[in-house]
C-alpha cells in the first residue's frame, strides 16, 4: 500500500508544472545543506534515479542552476562537486522556519492599517509590504494583524481595523486571496494523506523510497506554505485546511526520516571523498 501511495504521488508530481531544477534546489535545503552543503554529482543521479528522471536531464538542470547563479561547482579529480551559491542559501534560509515550525502569530483583536506614501514606486512598495506580511484588500489599502511591524523602508499612514468575527475574515480572505491557497492545501491532503495513512499503518519504505517520499514531500508542502501569510487561527476561514495538511506533512516527515537519513549516510560523498555527517537539528524539525 504504501509503494501504491508513492507511486500516485509520483503521478501527481509530474502532472504539476515542478522543475528537475527546482527539486534539487529541495534536496539541497532540505538534506544536503544540513550535512554541510556540498556534495558530489553522483549523490544527485542516485537520488534522481528513485524518480526515474534519466541523468542527462539531471546534469542539464545542475549546469543551469550553475548558470544561473544557484549553485557552485568546483572539481576534484574526475568528479564535480555542488553546493547552494549565496542566492540559494538565502532563499532557503528564509524558508525554513516558515516550513518546518510554522507557529501562527496571536491575534490582537484588530488588523494594522497602511496607506503607503507611494514615492518610493508602487512595485517596490508592494514587494516590500507583501515580504513583510502585508495583505491588499482594495487598491492602495494594505493591512496585517496588528502585532505585524510596518517596513522601516515603508511610509505612510497607520490606522487600527476592528470588526465583528464574520468581517474580519472576509477582509482576511480578499487580502490574501486564501481561497487560492486553501485549495492548495487541499490538493496536498489529496495526494499525501493516503501515504501518511500507510505509514501509520506499518507499511515501509525502502531507504532511497523513503528519501524519494522525503523530498517530494517537502517539495509540495514549500510550493504552498510559502505563499500562505500564516495568519492567526481567528481570522482564517472555518475548517482552514492548513493545519490539517501541517499534520499530514509532519507525519509523513516523521516515517521516513529516519531510512531517508540511513540512505544519505550510505550515499552522499563530500569534497573530501568522506560521507557527508548528519545533522541532529533535522530530527527537531516539525517538533511544534
Known amino acids: 500500500m504504501s509503494r501504491d501511495a508513492l507511486h500516485s504521488i509520483l503521478e501527481h508530481v509530474r502532472g504539476e508544472p515542478s522543475r528537475t531544477w527546482s527539486i534539487i534546489i529541495t534536496v539541497y535545503g532540505d538534506a544536503v545543506v544540513p550535512r554541510g552543503g556540498a556534495v558530489w554529482l553522483g549523490t ?11 541523468e542527462g ?17 568546483t572539481r576534484v579529480g574526475r568528479n564535480s562537486f555542488y553546493r547552494l551559491a549565496e542566492k540559494g542559501r538565502e532563499t532557503f534560509r528564509q524558508a525554513t522556519s516558515h516550513i518546518y515550525e510554522l507557529r501562527p502569530p496571536a491575534w490582537s483583536g484588530a488588523f494594522r492599517m497602511f496607506l503607503p506614501d507611494l514615492a518610493a514606486g508602487r512595485e517596490e512598495m508592494r514587494t516590500t509590504l507583501e515580504a513583510a506580511g502585508f495583505g491588499m484588500p482594495a487598491p492602495g489599502v494594505w493591512i496585517a494583524p496588528s502585532g505585524v511591524a510596518r517596513p522601516e ?15 474580519v475574515r472576509a477582509l482576511a480572505a480578499r487580502a490574501w486571496q486564501l481561497d487560492e491557497t486553501g485549495a492548495a492545501y487541499a490538493r496536498f491532503i489529496e495526494a499525501f494523506a493516503p501515504l501518511a495513512e500507510a505509514l501509520d499503518g506499518g507499511a515501509r519504505l525502502s531507504d532511497l523510497e523513503a528519501m524519494v517520499a522525503r523530498v517530494l514531500l517537502i517539495h ?34 516523521g516515517h521516513v526520516l529516519v531510512p531517508s537519513e540511513r540512505w544519505l549516510d550510505a550515499h552522499t560523498l563530500g569534497e573530501d571523498g568522506a560521507p557527508l555527517p548528519a545533522n541532529p537539528d533535522v530530527r527537531r524539525r516539525f517538533r511544534d
Open 153 to 167: 523602508a515603508a511610509h505612510g499612514l497607520d490606522f487600527e481595523l476592528k470588526g465583528t468575527p464574520g468581517a
Open 220 to 253: 509540495e508542502y514549500r510550493r504552498i506554505v510559502l505563499r500562505d501569510p500564516v495568519l492567526p487561527e481567528e481570522i482564517l476561514p472555518e475548517g482552514w485546511p492548513g493545519t490539517a495538511a501541517r499534520a499530514v506533512c509532519a507525519r509523513i516527515y
Open 57 to 73: 536531464v539531471v546534469r542539464t538542470a545542475m549546469s543551469r542552476l550553475a548558470a544561473d547563479g544557484w549553485l557552485e561547482r
Open 44 to 54: 544527485l543521479l542516485a537520488f534522481f534515479k528513485g524518480l526515474d528522471v534519466a
